[in-house]
């Protein structure tokens, strides 16, 4: 199925995988995913590790309006934390981060994102793996969707194909974006 089809049919909640190497392409994605769930009454929540407004800004740029809501409130634009940084360490900074946001959504809701920023590192990509199979492993507890993002090129070369198939392992969705007209979406 064509992603943007896909994002636009979803109406139960599902775990997504969204691989990409067109960055355009996949913002477009993202947003959509949010949109349409915004139009439907859920609330939004955008990951990043840049800065809201610049996501904002890439909203205005693909002809996506948002303001209207961020106005309400019922989408939030949130720059994560460093969490090598938390002095309770990366592994439970990040469970109390994802305890807090989740406690201060309201259901329904759908959540674009990653956590760990570098995944480009054997390290890196392990650590967002635990988390995968940590989210994928309670998402019955989960009110909602949550697209996770990947840019295929960050993804090690070393293994490749064994960090492609945990990852596969812990969704129950892959939207593979490569170029608007050989994009793919399949529900596992």
């Not at 913002?27 to 959509?32: S, W």
């Amino acid at each position: 199925m064509e992603p943007l089809q896909f994002v636009s049919s979803l109406d139960a909640k599902k775990h997504i995988l969204l691989l990409r190497n067109d960055p355009v392409f996949g913002k477009i994605i993202e947003f959509r995913f949010l949109e349409n769930g915004l139009i439907k009454g859920e609330s939004g929540l955008y990951l990043t590790h840049d800065e809201p407004q610049q996501v904002i800004e890439e909203m205005i740029k693909l002809d996506i309006d948002m303001r209207m809501y961020l106005k309400n409130k019922s989408l939030t634009i949130l720059k994560l934390p460093k969490f090598d940084e938390d002095p309770d360490g990366i592994l439970l900074g990040i469970e109390k981060f994802i305890q807090k946001t989740l406690s201060e959504l309201k259901p329904p809701y759908r959540i674009v994102g990653r956590i760990i920023s570098d995944i480009s590192t054997e390290l890196g990509m392990s650590v967002e793996l635990v988390l995968e199979r940590y989210l994928h492993s309670r998402f019955d507890s989960i009110a909602g969707s949550v697209l996770c993002t990947y840019n295929h090129n960050e993804i090690p070369k070393k293994d490749s194909l064994k960090w492609m198939d945990q990852l596969i392992k812990n969704h129950h969705a892959v939207i593979y974006a490569n170029a608007p007209h050989k994009a793919r979406a399949v529900l596992l």
